[in-house]
DNA sequence: GCAAGGTC
């Protein structure tokens, strides 16, 4: 450490709280020359406090100011911040940022402006981990603003005059593996607490009617380390008490009167449950009734006071004697404090002042107990005497009780959940949620949310919400900070097995869904959970710019790729109906943009596509594959027969037809002026011309023939594929519609010019492209396409050949 | 909108 007197330097001093910066300059002030002046910092709260100290015979011109806890968060990068912009499962590999809150610039304007002026800077952080943690905040800030900081740690644990003196003269350097403790923790509780959160509440808010909740849209389901094991005792104790049968049981009771007073003996043996060998002992007592004393002993009581200084400790008495909560406490508790009547409340500080009298009675100020002894009458060895009562009695075994506040503070502290500052939080934050109740006894019991979540986790096998988890971590975390394990390798395992857990609950969330219906009615609403569920990113969503585009598979077997952001966003894109199996690849287009538009590997149903396309096929949404385009035109989309049943669009047929013709104008290229953004039936080139029109020339020269079986324009077109390429058909724009024809199946083998005039004004009835050379019988009055042997198309099905119906509603597709 | 940890 430098010394030697000298020039005289400014050293920037910081505290975690205000109350500290204030105790410690007072300390160091003392008998200074020059005193103490104090001034305003850009924050309200935190004071600078200046005086002169000389540390190991340098001058020193201090300055001291605080922080308020925590100077930063961490977050996940913005975009990741919405619930609907990702996969939660993504969360587990997202990148996270900590930052200044806003609500925190103040301070950190401060420190940058009064470190540029400042060589050193000593820490006076609370002396635990996340003391140590701050302390690497506040250093960061400090440094951005002064690069050549001298840093040093100020290491005590009392407020008092010899510890704060001799803790300035020993300064230390500060505790990397401390602080990177508390980045493990930090950066696991925000992973796992928000993938669950977002991964529950979005499967089950909306799927079932949670009558509790006034509106049930904004209910959050929350799940957090500290919060579930908390949970966890409350359904455990719960569930004791359901499972208790109440059995009977006989017990011998023994009174004896004498002048001392009354002395009434227990049975050694407690009890027994049978009641034939209860009254047979009972029976030979009765017999033989004088008792004799076989031993006495004597022994000490001692009643200790209750352990001081304790926060958990006075949060567990105040619900016993006060029926107050905890959190009640906590804040009475701040009042204490600030006012100058208490120490500290939310960390321990179990250090006396030198001036308290330890050899305190306390039972003399600590009104609430007392000795509560009884007097014993004297016996000696070998007495007799009868006694006055012999009795057989029976009682019946009784469950344990719904936890108290007391009871459920004492399972955290045992199973380190939480920290003292914290836990009444974890306790209050199940009330919120909905999960326990807490009755007029200041008992706990589970609500039917609570006790479903945890029957769900656990039907899955998983003890997510038993201590387990954060004990685990905390063990991790305390190897972390002796350097035995390092920060990286901590967060890669623990978070590699949190990921495989959650996306193996994920798996199982049928568990939940069922656990959740055994205490609440399935809901029908459209955002019930199952529409949720997520696929693999295929791009970002060009249409809301905020949320990834993602392959799902609807339950009736159909692909589309649908926005994350609906419903707030409906952007979709139908894929061919036939396809059997799609998967993501890592492979990106080249062409489309912006990108990256990553390929889908599709296979398709050989019947259900023409047989000169390939079954499989790595295809690009982005409206660059025509092969997907053609095969949408061909088989149709998984939207067709299933937006009025199920998907996305139940309950609400007709904006999920919607959304899925917008959404087909955004990604699949119009078969007119082959942009993105429209269809060919709705192509602006062609609008003039109006659906009505039963013929329409297209840019090509060619024109488009009504479709014989929904009216909408059928053009022609020129496959590609290496069976068929140059091979011509007319498919119907609507996408709605299935209607193809290959133009060599019609008679004649090959079309004739439309002639636009003749079909518009006789409608269905005009001359169509692919009527017959001349066969205009009865069959083909009304029809533009017929056959060779002169009977109307009214399309064909790929799989049985029927021309009664398309592939996609084939009664032999099962 | 999500965690848990500081503190005002």
Redesign the pocket.
């Given at each position: 450490m430098a010394g030697g007197g000298g020039r005289v330097i400014r050293v920037l001093n910081v505290a975690?709280?205000?109350?500290v910066a204030k105790a410690v300059s007072g300390i160091l002030s003392k008998n200074q020359p020059g005193g103490i002046r104090v001034r305003d910092g850009r924050s309200r709260?935190n004071k600078i406090f200046e005086f002169n100290y000389t540390i190991r015979n340098q001058p020193c011109q201090m300055l001291f100011t605080?922080?308020?806890?925590?100077?930063?968060?961490?977050?996940?990068h913005e975009r990741?911040?919405?619930?609907?912009s990702c996969d939660?499962l993504d969360?587990y590999n997202a990148p996270v940022r900590k930052f200044v809150p806003e609500?925190?610039l103040d301070?950190k304007r401060t420190l940058e402006a009064e470190a540029r002026s400042c060589q050193w800077i000593i820490l006076w952080l609370?002396c635990?981990r996340?003391?140590e943690n701050?302390a690497f905040e506040v250093l960061d800030v400090c440094r951005q603003a002064n690069h050549n900081l001298t840093v040093w740690r100020a290491r005590f644990s009392a407020l008092i005059d010899r510890e704060i003196h001799q803790s300035v003269q020993t300064l230390v350097q500060p505790n990397q593996l401390f602080s990177d403790a508390v980045d493990v923790?930090?950066e696991i509780?925000?992973r796992?607490?928000?993938?669950f959160?977002?991964f529950q509440?979005?499967l089950l808010?909306g799927a079932f009617v949670l009558d509790f909740a006034t509106d049930d849209r904004?209910?959050?389901l929350?799940?957090?380390?500290?919060?579930?094991p908390t949970l966890g005792f409350v359904v455990e104790r719960y569930w004791e008490i359901q499972a208790h049968e109440p059995e009977e049981f006989w017990t011998i009771n023994c009174t004896h009167n004498s002048d001392e007073g009354t002395a009434t003996f227990n049975w050694m043996r407690g009890h027994l449950f049978d009641y034939t060998c209860g009254v047979m002992i009972y029976e030979m007592c009765i017999q033989e009734p004088i008792a004799t004393v076989t031993k006495v002993k004597q022994q000490e009581k001692l009643k200790y006071p209750p352990h001081p200084l304790s926060t958990i400790e006075l949060e567990k008495r105040a619900s016993r004697y006060f029926r107050m909560s905890s959190e009640q406490t906590m804040k009475v508790a701040?009042d204490l404090y600030?006012n100058g009547f208490i120490s500290?409340p939310?960390?321990e500080t179990d250090c006396f002042s030198d001036k308290t009298d330890l050899r305190k009675n306390y039972l003399d100020v600590y009104r609430f107990e007392s000795w509560g002894g009884s007097v014993i009458p004297t016996y000696s060895f070998g007495q007799q005497f009868t006694p006055t009562t012999l009795t057989l009695d029976s009682g019946v075994t009784r469950p344990p009780p719904l936890l108290s506040e007391a009871d459920l503070l004492g399972c955290m502290d045992k199973a380190g959940?939480?920290?003292?500052?914290?836990?009444h939080?974890?306790i209050k934050?199940l009330l919120d949620?909905f999960y326990a109740i807490k009755d007029s006894n200041t008992r706990f019991s589970p609500t039917k949310l609570g006790e479903a979540l945890v029957m769900g986790y656990d039907d899955m096998g998983y003890e997510l919400w038993k201590p387990y988890l954060r004990a685990m971590m905390e063990c991790d975390m305390k190897a972390v900070s002796t350097g035995t394990k390092r920060k990286a390798e901590v967060l890669e395992t623990c978070l590699q097995q949190m990921k495989a857990c959650f996306s193996d609950a994920r798996t199982n969330k049928g568990k939940l869904l069922e656990a959740m219906a055994i205490f609440f009615e399935r809901s029908n609403r459209s955002s019930s959970g199952e529409q949720q569920a997520v696929g693999a990113v295929v791009r970002r969503c060009g249409l809301c710019l905020e949320s990834d585009m993602v392959l799902r598979q609807k339950p009736d077997g159909n692909f589309m790729v649908g926005c994350l952001g609906y419903p707030q966003c409906r952007n979709v894109v139908w894929l061919p109906g036939s396809v059997s199996e799609a998967s993501v690849t890592e492979n990106t287009c080249i062409t489309c943009s912006p990108g990256p538009v990553f390929k889908i590997q599709f296979k398709f149903r050989q019947q259900e596509i023409p047989p000169d396309y390939s079954v499989q096929h790595l295809g690009c949404i982005g409206g660059c594959d025509d092969i997907l385009r053609q095969l949408v035109e061909i088989c149709g989309t998984g939207s067709r027969n299933s937006s009025n049943t199920s998907g996305r669009g139940r309950g609400n047929p007709t904006a999920s037809s919607s959304a899925q013709r917008d959404n087909s104008r955004a990604q699949i290229s119009c078969a007119y002026c082959r942009q993105t953004g429209h269809l060919s039936n709705d192509c602006p080139s062609q609008a003039s011309r109006g659906r009505t029109a039963r013929a329409q020339e297209v840019d090509n020269g060619e024109s488009s023939i009504p479709c014989n079986s929904c009216g909408a324009p059928c053009i022609l077109r020129t496959a590609n594929t290496a069976n068929n390429r140059g091979r011509k058909f007319f498919s119907c724009q609507s996408s709605e519609c299935n209607f193809f024809v290959w133009e060599d199946n019609l008679s004649g083998g090959r079309a004739e010019r439309a002639n636009t005039s003749a079909s518009t004004s006789s409608g269905r009835g005009g001359r169509g492209r692919g009527r017959g050379c001349g066969q205009s019988g009865a069959h083909s009055s009304n029809v533009s396409f017929v056959s060779a042997t002169g009977e109307p198309i009214t399309g064909r099905c790929f799989i049985c050949g029927d021309p009664g119906h398309f592939a996609n509603v084939c009664p032999r597709r099962g």
């Open positions: 975690e709280k205000p109350s709260y605080s922080v308020t806890g925590h100077l930063m968060e961490i977050e996940f990741y911040r919405k619930w609907h939660p969360l609500d925190k301070i609370d635990d996340e003391g701050i923790r930090q509780d925000l796992i607490g928000a993938s959160t977002r509440t979005m808010r904004n209910l959050v929350s799940y957090g380390p500290c919060q579930f701040e600030q500290y939310r960390t959940i939480g920290t003292d500052a914290t836990m939080d974890h934050k949620r």
